[in-house]
Antibody, heavy 121, light 106 residues
Framework: QVQLQESGPGLVKPSQTLSLTCTVS??????????WSWIRQPAGKGLEWIGR???????NYNPSLKSRVTISIDTSKNHFSLKLSSVTAADTAVYYC?????????????WGQGTMVTVSS | SYELTQPLSVSVALGQTARITCGGN??????VHWYQQKPGQAPVLVIY???NRPSGIPERFSGSNSGNTATLTISRAHAGDEADYYC?????????FGGGTKLTVL
């Protein structure tokens, strides 16, 4: 059974870079029928898509975050990562990694449990 | 960016049918996915491509999509269906989520 697990610091200082990793187990992150996304959710609010990466390394980002976001993948280690620069309190949220599935018409069928990131000095 | 509009809340009596709408410009031309999220948990896919259920999702969950509105229907509502529900589409290589609907089972 495929599982995703987010990891990274739970506290980031304003203006610094938030870095998270999502480890994929039970499947290969190099499979061409899937791609990998980051999605976040501020407390009490809705879901916001951050971006996605294919096993080839091709990416798409949310236009509202594009200037600050980098998503990368290491298929040999079966993980992908998120970097969000110049963070502010508005970036405080639960961050989820998720698998996008082509055969399900690009729905997100597997999600990590989420990791809380707080931006504060 | 593409906007999706959901009602903030929907209530349904136990055992009755709940309908949650998701409005968007010509959304009927897009594939709509629906997620259920319970407090403190990650979202779970309950409907993909308008009306298809992933394995393990009860037949009580169904969906439709036409014109400017997609609808998630939950029949014979259980107390365990109480959750937030989000619709989602892809538009120009970017994801749009609806704002979410809190379903209360009375």
């Amino acid at each position: 059974q495929v599982q995703l697990q987010e990891s990274g610091p739970g506290l980031v200082k304003p203006s610094q870079t938030l870095s998270l990793t999502c480890t994929v187990s039970g499947d290969s992150s190099s499979s061409g029928t899937y791609y990998w996304s980051w999605i976040r959710q501020p407390a009490g609010k809705g879901l916001e898509w951050i971006g996605r990466i294919y096993p080839t390394g091709s990416t798409n980002y949310n236009p509202s975050l594009k200037s600050r976001v980098t998503i990368s993948i290491d298929t040999s280690k079966n993980h992908f990562s998120l970097k969000l620069s110049s963070v502010t309190a508005a970036d405080t949220a639960v961050y989820y990694c998720a698998r996008g599935t082509v055969k399900l018409f690009d729905a997100f069928d597997i999600w990590g449990q989420g990791t809380m990131v707080t931006v504060s000095s | 960016s593409y906007e999706l509009t959901q009602p903030l809340s929907v209530s349904v009596a136990l055992g009755q049918t709940a309908r949650i709408t998701c409005g968007g410009n010509n959304i009927g031309s897009k594939n709509v996915h629906w997620y259920q999220q319970k407090p403190g948990q990650a979202p779970v896919l309950v409907i993909y491509r308008d009306s298809n259920r992933p394995s393990g999702i009860p037949e009580r969950f169904s969906g439709s999509n036409s014109g400017n509105t997609a609808t998630l229907t939950i029949s014979r509502a259980h107390a365990g269906d109480e959750a937030d529900y989000y619709c989602q589409v892809w538009d120009s290589s970017a994801v749009a989520f609806g704002g979410g609907t809190k379903l209360t089972v009375l």
